[in-house]
């Protein structure tokens, strides 16, 4: 059983470019979440999507978009790339079972903005 | 969204026990504590989990305060495996729905010698 996959693993991207993050969430999994992860801080969250659409949000500027398929893979856009937005990008998926439900991490994309 | 507090690092000794604290004093009733790690270059993966009574698994066991303002992570017998960023984390639930996203403080950094 694959877990959360990723792609790509790493990323070169030049000020002022879109990017796009791919994920792949555990099998039997419905609900996925993005989070970035600045170098030395905790991830911090993005936005979740369940049934294609976005449920929550965080505090993320509308640069961040992001969409869910039927098949629940998931992309991560982001447009007008600022050096700031170098991290780790996290996808994280789940079922929705509740409020003790766990998420599961892929191994992230590690987004360098030149 | 209620916080935790965390020491920035730890170290223990291979094959001894590891006590991990986490302060939360503005835990609300219906929060669950969560705690995952986050090991070298990858992403952060669940290790245990409770509301009020403590708790245990293969991995470790949690230990809750009986005001829930403060609970305690538990590894037996640390590896140098078991070197990582470990998270506590409360789950949000706003009123009226049920959401898992996870907010992350900046962890514990536990180091282990052998």
């Known amino acids: 059983d694959a877990g959360v996959t990723q792609s790509p693993t790493h990323l070169i991207k030049t000020r002022g470019q879109q990017v796009t993050l791919r994920c792949s969430p555990k099998s039997g999994h419905d609900t996925v979440s993005w989070y970035q992860q600045a170098l030395g801080q905790g991830p911090q969250f993005i936005f979740q999507y369940y049934e294609e659409e976005e449920r929550q949000r965080g505090n993320f500027p509308d640069r961040f978009s992001g969409h869910q398929f039927p098949n629940y893979s998931s992309e991560l856009n982001v447009n007008a790339l600022l050096l700031g937005d170098s991290a780790l990008y996290l996808c994280?998926?789940?079922?929705?079972?509740?409020?003790?439900?766990?998420?599961?991490f892929g191994p992230g994309t590690r987004l360098t903005v030149l | 969204d209620a916080k935790t507090t965390q020491p920035n690092s730890m170290e223990s000794n291979e094959e001894e026990p590891v006590h991990l604290p986490c302060n939360h004093s503005t835990i609300s009733g219906t929060d669950y504590i969560h705690w995952y790690r986050q090991l070298p270059s990858q992403g952060p993966e669940y290790v245990i989990h409770?509301?009020?009574s403590n708790v245990n698994n293969r991995m470790a066991s949690l230990a809750i305060a009986e005001d829930r303002k403060s609970s305690t992570l538990i590894l037996h017998r640390a590896t140098l495996r078991d070197a990582a960023v470990y998270y506590c984390i409360l789950r949000d639930r706003p009123y009226g729905g049920a959401t898992n996203k996870l907010i992350f403080g900046t962890g514990t950094l536990l180091a282990v010698q052998p």
């Open positions: 994280a998926s789940s079922g929705l079972a509740g409020v003790s439900d766990t998420q599961y």
């Open positions: 409770g509301l009020t």
